[in-house]
């Protein structure tokens, strides 16, 4: 279900998490329905912010890129979720082809696509890798710092079937967020491929998934009988923005205003005390680009030279015109008094671990994801063992449940988002 895990947060449950802890049983009969009524995402990570007062996702990635930051010992959780995932696309298991991104020399990106190798093979399958870069002739070898190498081969098609010279796969497995678009090579093919392409980040946009978390949110909320608000971030967008020509400044400063107002209402409501903010930042694409932390109106309007430049391209070098703001959610973890979220992975519908993504030089209100970084891998809560007389059956309850049921949520809005996606507009996805 849930591992029981380590997490950052000391002192007594907060109310949120004692109310999951409650709604157990109630909340993995919903979960179980939920995956009768809708395919689930091959893998994904989920970015998470926890304030205490409120838990809610801020990114959902559908192709995860940090298998490698998982602490060790989870690989038996992974191989047996791996292995759930291969049989419903491939029960003969023929073959998977796993196709990375194009970071040939970004080392801890390749250890993660070393990583799902290991995964997929002690699942059983006989998995190589196909590479999209065109100088990748022949096979490849690429040594990695830990001592193990990958092999990239050049991929062939052969009418409606991708593979390799030698290997004809029954399911093409994307580690290739496709942020440059779809190459013809991975279109129109018979075989399967996951995640499809309809949510690369060329056509995704993170305003549509939280859209779908919304519609999730309020449905969970209401079984639980809580505020959606605690578990689901406000956002608004603006699209045709121009940094570089400030285009659309006036309409992003409009947006900031309404999210920071009803940010307002809540903390009054719940007496918080702290500063609302709010998340401004790229509606596609990944790596910490294009985001930037605002906590008044006015700030929009007043971008200097350097920050239009930081904002206006994200990934492939892409110009960025369609821009979320989002409900900034404080983050009250602790790593070695570095400010840190927790990051859950997921294949299939079984959350096989998390690590915490650290920042020694970031606030409690800005994004973690940037340049500084480093992962802290979460570890098996040791519980209290009897016969300890001190030891009661419910002293280690475990506090990393709700981080995976609220990462759960954010798979079932990308459930719903890839629906709607592969679905023709005539066809609307399925209700939650």
């Known amino acids: 279900m849930v591992p029981h895990l380590t997490t950052a947060m000391t002192g007594p449950l907060h109310d949120l998490e004692r109310r999951f802890l409650t709604a157990m049983p109630t909340i993995e009969h919903w979960l179980r329905t939920k995956w009768l009524e809708h395919a689930v995402p091959f893998y994904a990570s989920v970015d998470l912010r926890n304030s205490g007062f409120k838990l809610a996702p801020v990114d959902t990635n559908l192709f995860p890129g940090g298998f ?23 029960p ?31 699942a059983g399958m006989r998995v190589r890798i196909g590479s999209l870069l065109p100088e990748i002739t022949s096979a490849t070898q690429i040594q990695l710092p830990n001592g193990s190498s990958l092999t990239l081969e050049p991929l062939v098609r052969r009418a409606n079937r991708l593979g390799l010279a030698d290997f004809d796969p029954c399911v093409v497995l994307l580690n290739n967020d496709l942020s440059a678009g779809a190459p013809d ?50 956002f608004a967008t ?26 307002r209402a809540k903390y009054a409501e719940y007496g918080v005390k702290n500063d609302p903010f709010v998340i401004v930042k790229a509606d596609a694409g990944t790596y910490g680009m294009g985001i930037m932390t605002v906590k008044d109106p006015s700030e929009i309007i007043g ?55 650290v920042h020694t030089t970031r606030g409690v209100d800005e ?17 209290c063992t009897l016969p300890n007389p001190d030891c009661a059956p419910d002293d280690t309850p475990n506090r990393f449940y709700a981080y995976g049921v609220v990462a759960r949520l954010a798979l079932l809005a990308a459930a719903l988002e890839i629906e709607a996606a592969e679905n023709p507009p005539e066809t609307p996805p399925k209700n939650p």
């Open 303 to 357: 971008l200097n030279r350097k920050q239009r430049n930081k904002m206006a391209v994200v990934k492939e070098g892409l110009q960025v015109h369609d821009v979320l703001v989002q409900e900034g959610v404080y983050t009250f973890e602790q790593i070695n008094e570095a400010v840190a979220e927790p990051v859950i992975y997921m294949i299939d519908h079984y959350v096989v671990g998390g690590f915490y993504r």
């Open 92 to 122: 003969e298991a023929r073959g998977v082809l796993l196709i990375p991104e194009n970071h040939t020399r970004n080392m801890f990106y390749l250890q993660n696509v070393a990583q799902i190798v290991m995964i997929l093979k002690q």
């Open 68 to 90: 490698n930051n998982l602490n060790p010992d989870f690989l038996p959780l992974c191989v047996q979720a791996m292995q759930s995932a291969v049989e419903k696309i491939c």
């Open 238 to 263: 603006c699209d045709q923005v121009n940094f570089q020509e400030r285009v659309g400044e006036e309409c992003l400063a409009a947006q900031v205003d309404v999210v920071l107002q009803k940010m």
């Open 185 to 234: 090579i991975l279109k129109n093919l018979e075989q399967s491929v996951f995640p499809p392409l309809s949510v690369g980040w060329y056509t995704r946009r993170k305003s549509q998934h939280f859209t779908y978390y919304d519609r999730v949110a309020n449905e969970f909320a209401e079984l639980l009988g809580i505020d959606p608000w605690l578990i689901n971030p406000y």
């Open 367 to 383: 994004n973690l994801n940037a340049p500084g970084m480093h992962f802290m891998p979460l570890a098996f809560e040791t519980h």
